[in-house]
């Protein structure tokens, strides 16, 4: 079996897990966002295997990942081997940004932010939608111990426990999104919360004119 064959059979296991571990909603998620954006060019930041490219309508859709095996699974016709940090781009190609559950990989969310902005036309939009922690300290602790067991045992069942390991860790990294996106170029508009106790977060922001 070649290595392309074990990745795609990796990768399917992994999309259909994450949607079982949202109980079916991480799309619904996306569309949350996703419907809050402009029509026109659009980069899907962190594309994957394209899981998005199903709600973005006839937008011209350019995806960018640095993984080249999850792009070789993307359907989209435009796609970009690269990293947020360093946008391959020009200035003001892009009416909208969109970025579904990548920012906790991101090496840079204030280097990710300052290239959205460049390369987003005034006025255009960017969405983000991702994994964290829910508000308040109870909450949050209780999700903390629930996902270091529910994780590990989900991520043993598909043979990835170390990289579910590595996901309950990552909910931590961020801050809650409004001091996340607080100084980056862009104006933020809204931060608003999704699923069970709130532990997805979503956030709109624009260019100014
Ligand atoms: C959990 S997947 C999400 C994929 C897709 N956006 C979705 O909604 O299913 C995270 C993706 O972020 C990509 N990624 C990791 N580091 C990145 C970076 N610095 N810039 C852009 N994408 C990155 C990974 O290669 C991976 O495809």
Redesign the pocket.
């Known amino acids: 079996m070649s290595n392309g064959v074990v990745f795609r059979d990796i990768a399917g296991r992994y999309?259909r897990l994450?949607s079982l571990l949202s109980l079916g909603q991480?799309q619904k998620w996306?569309d949350t966002v996703v419907s809050r954006l402009p029509g026109g060019r659009l980069l899907?930041?962190?594309?994957?295997?394209g899981?998005?490219n199903e709600i973005f309508g006839d937008r011209e859709v350019v995806a960018?990942?640095?993984?080249p095996q999850?792009l070789a699974l993307n359907d989209g016709r435009q796609r970009v081997v690269g990293?947020?940090?360093a946008l391959p781009f020009g200035d003001e190609t892009f009416d909208a940004v969109f970025?579904?559950?990548?920012f906790r990989?991101?090496?840079s969310v204030d280097g990710?932010m300052a290239e959205i902005a460049r390369i987003l036309r005034p006025g255009g939009m960017a969405g983000i939608v991702d994994l964290g922690r829910p508000e308040g300290e109870r909450a949050a602790a209780l999700h903390r111990a629930g996902t270091s067991v529910v994780l590990p045992l989900a991520g043993m069942s598909i043979g990835a426990r170390d990289e579910y390991v590595y996901l309950h860790r990552t909910l931590d990294k961020h801050p809650p999104p409004d001091e996340l996106l607080a100084n980056t170029p862009l104006t933020l508009l809204e931060t608003w919360r999704l699923g069970p106790m709130g532990f997805v977060w979503a956030a709109l922001l624009r260019r100014s004119t």
Request: aromatic fraction near 4%; charged fraction near 25%; avoid cysteine.
């Open positions: 999309d994450n991480d996306r899907d930041l962190g594309a994957g295997t899981a998005a960018l990942d640095p993984a999850m990293v947020g940090e970025s579904a559950y990548v990989n991101l090496d990710t």
